[in-house]
């Protein structure tokens, strides 16, 4: 089945440790997107990407940093440097040329937890 | 001003009530939009795209008013699942990239 699989589900992270989000997808869409929602929050964009080896920073990249190396890959890291990094992260993707009306498809979400 | 706004709610409606929500975007130049539903700590999950000439789909209707910038969504005949927070999305970018921005979300309770 085509998807786009975060990983894990639950992450569990002490102070001053870098962590990284996976997200990947098998539906071949050039574009994909970090966001971060938090408790009663909407989504807040945090990178994003429309090909290979080129990305974007959203309205709150301080502290997190993205590869694109893959088509299929664009894994989250949060550094150090986020102070404040427990919330939902939520992988998106979609097509991204030429087409109208094109949805994102989220992965499930990773909880991230700073212990 | 926030590039998409929404009223976050909650909107408490009885089973069978007819809902509307509206959404309202900042950057004229947006080129499409899109109304997402999320359950509680879940991911979201499309609900309907919205076209210039308005659309619908079963019970649910979506609306674009360019003039004034805002896209609106009915739900008729509520049901006990429609329960959820709906999001509305505004794709920021033109035909080179993509850049999609999530309103706060609407929350709403239908009760028996």
């Known amino acids: 089945d085509g998807g786009i699989t975060q990983s894990p589900k639950y992450l569990f992270r002490k102070e001053g440790q870098n962590v990284t989000l996976s997200c990947e997808q098998n539906l071949n869409h050039d574009a994909m997107y970090w966001y971060r929602q938090d408790p009663g929050q909407g989504l807040r964009l945090i990178y994003y990407?429309?090909?290979?080896?080129?990305?974007q920073k959203g309205d709150i990249a301080e502290g997190y940093s993205v590869s694109r190396e893959k088509k299929e890959s664009f894994p989250l890291t949060v550094t150090s440097a986020q102070k404040n990094p427990t919330a939902f992260y939520l992988c998106?993707?979609?097509?991204?040329?030429?087409?109208?009306?094109?949805?994102?498809?989220f992965g499930q979400g990773t909880r991230l937890t700073v212990v | 001003r926030k590039e998409v706004e929404q009223d976050p709610g909650p909107f408490n409606v009885p089973e069978g009530a007819t809902v509307a929500f509206n959404c309202t975007y900042s950057?004229?130049?947006?080129?499409?939009f899109f109304w997402y539903r999320q359950d509680c700590r879940k991911e979201p999950k499309l609900l309907m795209s919205?076209?210039?000439s308005g659309n619908e789909d079963g019970r649910f209707t979506a609306q674009l008013n360019r003039a004034s910038q805002y896209i609106s969504l009915l739900i008729r005949d509520s049901k006990l699942s429609d329960s959820a927070t709906y999001l509305c999305?505004?794709?920021?970018?033109?035909?080179?990239?993509?850049?999609?921005?999530f309103g706060t979300g609407t929350r709403l309770l239908v009760s028996p």
């Open positions: 998106a993707s979609s097509i991204r040329l030429g087409a109208m009306n094109t949805e994102a498809f």
């Open positions: 990407s429309q090909i290979v080896n080129d990305f």
């Open positions: 919205v076209y210039s």
């Open positions: 999305v505004v794709n920021l970018g033109d035909t080179g990239f993509q850049k999609l921005v």
């Open positions: 950057n004229s130049a947006s080129q499409s």
